[in-house]
């Protein structure tokens, strides 16, 4: 992802705020059964839907498997 590109600033953000979310997210785990997809993931995935107006969840998915700019969000840390 290029130095200046406005999503550094997204990934900051959204950084910021899913730490301060991260023990409501630990209470809503199961302790048992099918390891879910982590929420902070599934929200980092819905704000790049949203930003590049991908129609789907099928398209996104499609996306973040060959776009690298996108992994930059998606991509916790």
Same mark, same amino acid.
């Given at each position: 992802? &290029?130095?200046?590109? /406005?999503? +550094? $600033?997204? #990934?900051?953000?959204?950084?910021?705020?899913?730490?301060?979310?991260?023990?409501?997210?630990?209470?809503?785990?199961?302790?048992?059964?099918? &390891?879910?997809?982590? /929420?902070? +993931? $599934?929200? #980092?995935?819905?704000?790049?839907?949203?930003?590049?107006?991908?129609?789907?969840?099928?398209?996104?998915?499609?996306?973040?498997?060959?776009?690298?700019?996108?992994?930059?969000?998606?991509?916790?840390?």
């Amino acid at each position: 992802m &290029p130095a200046k590109h /406005p999503l +550094r $600033l997204v #990934r900051s953000v959204v950084n910021d705020v899913l730490a301060a979310l991260d023990g409501d997210f630990a209470k809503a785990y199961a302790q048992g059964g099918r &390891p879910s997809i982590p /929420p902070e +993931r $599934l929200l #980092r995935a819905l704000l790049l839907q949203a930003f590049y107006t991908i129609r789907s969840e099928r398209q996104l998915m499609e996306q973040l498997d060959y776009n690298l700019l996108y992994r930059g969000l998606s991509v916790s840390g």
